[in-house]
């Protein structure tokens, strides 16, 4: 079954830009999907196929793709950034979706 | 407004079943494909089960594949999870998700969740 790895916690001082990985085998072929989960609530869509935002998302998020890794990049970092970020993609030879292990964002 | 509300989720004994329903509302229903992706205490996300708009599509993880049925009344706008043979690790918060059509079929719209609790 196809593996998306995402390391498990990044830390950035605010107003610096915060960049979390998801690597996964040819994952550039893929359309990537990212979520912020915040304690106790459900997760938010922030990015879409690779890199497009819906528009209730502010413009600090962005994604891009390319052969073995996905990145979310969160520019001018704010406190209320501090979540959990999940990666997914769809498995078309399992019909499955995959969600990456989480990496948790701590603004320090 | 655009909402999915859960319900159903309890503490049960391994071993039992439990039926978690997702009623929606504010889209048309029957045109969008929906998921339950499940969280344990502490844990990251993991995807449960897919069914399409027509419910002639349904896919399963592997954990769960076997013991638990998707479906859906798309009369009543309503997703449905009978859960059978539960075990401790179903142990989870429940979220049914709807894929949008704008998104490529990114997950858009949440549920808040229902607790699901399988202990002796």
């Known amino acids: 079954s196809y593996v998306l790895t995402q390391p498990p916690s990044v830390s950035v001082a605010p107003g610096q830009t915060a960049r979390i990985t998801c690597g996964g085998n040819n994952i550039g072929s893929k359309s990537v999907h990212w979520y912020q989960q915040k304690p106790g609530q459900a997760p938010v869509l922030v990015v879409y196929d690779d890199r497009d935002r819906p528009s209730e998302i502010r413009e600090r998020f962005s994604g891009s793709n390319s052969v073995n890794t996905a990145t979310l990049t969160i520019s001018r970092v704010e406190a209320g950034d501090e979540a959990d970020y999940y990666c997914?993609?769809?498995?078309?030879?399992?019909?499955?979706?995959?969600f990456g292990g989480g990496t948790k964002l701590t603004v320090l | 407004e655009v909402q999915l509300v859960e319900s159903g989720g309890g503490l049960l004994q391994p071993g039992g079943s439990l039926r978690l329903s997702c009623a929606a509302s504010g889209f048309t229903f029957v045109t969008y494909e929906m998921n339950w992706v499940r969280q344990a205490p502490g844990k990251g996300l993991e995807w449960v089960s897919y069914i399409s708009g027509s419910g002639s599509s349904i896919y399963y993880a592997d954990s769960v594949k076997g013991r638990f049925t998707i479906s859906r009344d798309n009369a009543k706008t309503s997703l449905y999870l009978q859960m059978n043979n539960l075990r401790a690790e179903d142990t989870a918060v429940y979220y049914c998700a709807r894929e949008g059509k704008l998104t490529n079929d990114a997950l858009d719209i949440w549920g808040q969740g229902t607790m699901v609790i399988v202990s002796s």
């Open positions: 997914q993609v769809w498995d078309s030879s399992s019909h499955h979706w995959v």
